[in-house]
């Protein structure tokens, strides 16, 4: 933390004295810790998912759902010790998992914390729910420790980063990070939800399932974006085949404030179905098989949970 280089923007500052381009100094901060119903169904299954929501960010996109918390407007400083107590807290509500969203820039506590709720007894997967902006050496760090990555494939184009995120280096970043969440997981494993912990298939239609090792890499549809988000779509499948399952998603809801709407009037608007559908068409022609899909009207703020530091 004197001289940070956790993730790709190796900003150098002394997070012990400031807080670094993640807007964060070396004290963790969250803003949320509680049962999260609205990740994929192997995640969140009937029982939920164990999300525990990190203040500040290392990508910083435009057009945040969680901007809040991004900017490190809400949340509250924890101890790693705290952290500990949380995971298992969460246990006892029932989670299927412990979920650690936007996590990167608290990266050496994490690993204190799950090392120390190991050896206390944790046993439920963990899950690492980021943006990709990663460095392979800052995740080299959690092998072993994460049982399910959780990454987005944001961006194609390195000017799409730059325009929404100020990181041209993002396509090939994000590359990097997922090559080595796989390496780390290896093959998917699923189990039952309820009934002895044995390993089962998953057909992508079943209820009750839940992953327990593996990866899922999100990408969401923006306007205007069909075009880019079917290059995704075609890479991964190209690269990683049946070894990962996708999640395309269409619940984009435009949360900007005038002055970024006013720079980035094509993020005004939600994804049209047209757009959606012909980007889940070009991924079934490609042959993709494992992936999860959204039906309907998904776009809302009812997608955005409330932080008011629930759990923390």
Known sequence: MSECRLCPRACGVDRKQMAGYCGMTGKIKAARAALHMWEEPVLSGRKGSGAIFFTGCPLGCVFCQNRRIALGQQGKEISAGRLVEIFFELKEKGANNINLVTPTHFIPEIREALLTARAEGLRLPVVYNTGSYETVESLKMLDGLVDIYLPDFKYYESATARRYANAPDYPKVARAAIREMVRQTGSMKFVRETGPEEETDYDGDEEGILMKRGVIVRHLLLPDMAEESKKIIGELYRTYGNDIYLSIMNQYTPV????????????????????????????????????????????????????????I
């Open 256 to 311: 900007l404030d005038e002055k970024t709407a006013e720079k980035y009037p094509e993020l005004k608007r939600k994804v049209t179905e047209a757009e959606y559908d012909e980007v889940i068409d070009y991924a079934l022609e490609s042959g993709v098989e494992q992936a999860f899909i959204q039906e309907g009207e998904t776009a809302g703020e009812s997608f955005i949970p409330v932080f008011e530091c629930e759990g």
